[in-house]
């Protein structure tokens, strides 16, 4: 039962952080921003964001300037979703969706000579 209610709390709080991390007005943070998932706490207290880039900037001034907003979007936070702890955000570099684009465009550029299905067609001269 408390599996799920993490498993609400994680989605609502990705959702409300997308949308506040929009609205950041930082000329170090990009528009192509994405929250790829999160990570609350059953305590409430602690929250791990991983953060996903469109293109490959400059990731460690763009983290620490999310870093650095942490408590601005912690406080918008509290006033967008109504939990007892309002937790305290780290904001994490996440590679995943960037790692497997490469892994299929890998797979995509093989040559792999396709294999002849055997048995497709009928053999007349037994009929």
């Given at each position: 039962?408390?599996?799920?209610?993490?498993?609400?709390?994680?989605?609502e709080v990705k959702?409300?952080?997308s949308d506040?991390?929009?609205?950041?007005r930082?000329?170090?943070?990009p528009?192509?921003?994405?929250?790829?998932?999160?990570?609350?706490?059953?305590?409430?207290?602690?929250?791990k964001?991983?953060?996903?880039?469109?293109?490959?900037?400059d990731?460690?001034?763009?983290m620490?300037?999310?870093?650095n907003?942490?408590g601005?979007?912690?406080?918008?936070?509290?006033?967008?979703?109504?939990l007892?702890?309002v937790?305290?955000?780290?904001?994490?570099?996440?590679?995943?969706?960037?790692?497997?684009?490469?892994?299929?465009s890998?797979?995509?550029?093989?040559?792999i000579?396709?294999?002849?299905?055997?048995?497709?067609?009928?053999?007349?001269?037994n009929a």
């Open positions: 039962m408390a599996r799920h209610r993490t498993d609400r709390i994680n989605e959702r409300e952080l506040i991390l929009r609205t950041l930082d000329p170090r943070i528009e192509l921003l994405s929250v790829t998932s999160v990570e609350v706490t059953p305590d409430l207290k602690f929250c964001a991983y953060i996903s880039l469109f293109g490959r900037e990731v460690k001034t763009i620490k300037a999310l870093n907003s942490a601005y979007v912690r406080r918008e936070l509290g006033a967008r979703v109504k007892r702890n937790p305290r955000i780290s904001f994490v570099f996440d590679d995943s969706i960037e790692h497997g684009s490469k892994l299929l890998l797979i995509n550029s093989l040559d000579p396709e294999e002849e299905e055997s048995g497709e067609g009928t053999d007349e001269s």
